[in-house]
């Protein structure tokens, strides 16, 4: 019974750990309602960087609690997706922080450890 509920558990919280991902046409809109900064990823299929960020750092619980919280997180795929001209990239993933008014405040090239992540979010 014991292994039930904690497999219960686990299940449960990998559901709520997840990033949720908001459509790049309403983030800032979400943004200016919620006083929060606009992360917008830009990836590509196939892309290490990307599936490492994707499958590890955004799995980490305080990454993905720090980004419900504070963040409207949109992801762009730049085979796909129409990116905006002032998000600019020379490799994928790249990162951009972005206020309501669509003011880049950050930029990080590539992907990043779990901590230096957290480190990024948190500053």
């Not at 919280?13 to 800032?28: I, N």
């Not at 419900?68 to 020379?90: A, H, M, R």
């Amino acid at each position: 019974m014991k292994k039930k509920i904690i497999v219960l558990l686990l299940l449960v919280s990998s559901v709520f750990a997840q990033v949720e991902w908001a459509d790049m046409f309403d983030a800032y809109d979400e943004a200016r309602e919620s006083n929060k900064i606009v992360m917008v990823m830009l990836s590509r299929e196939g892309c290490p960087g990307c599936e490492y960020m994707k499958n590890v750092v955004f799995e980490e619980k305080q990454v993905s609690k720090l980004l419900k919280e504070g963040f409207i997180s949109v992801e762009l795929d730049v085979q796909q997706d129409f990116v905006p001209q002032n998000l600019e990239y020379f490799a994928t993933p790249t990162f951009y922080f972005l206020n309501a008014d669509e003011k880049i405040l950050k930029r990080i090239n590539g992907g990043e450890q779990i901590k230096k992540f957290i480190e990024s979010l948190e500053e």
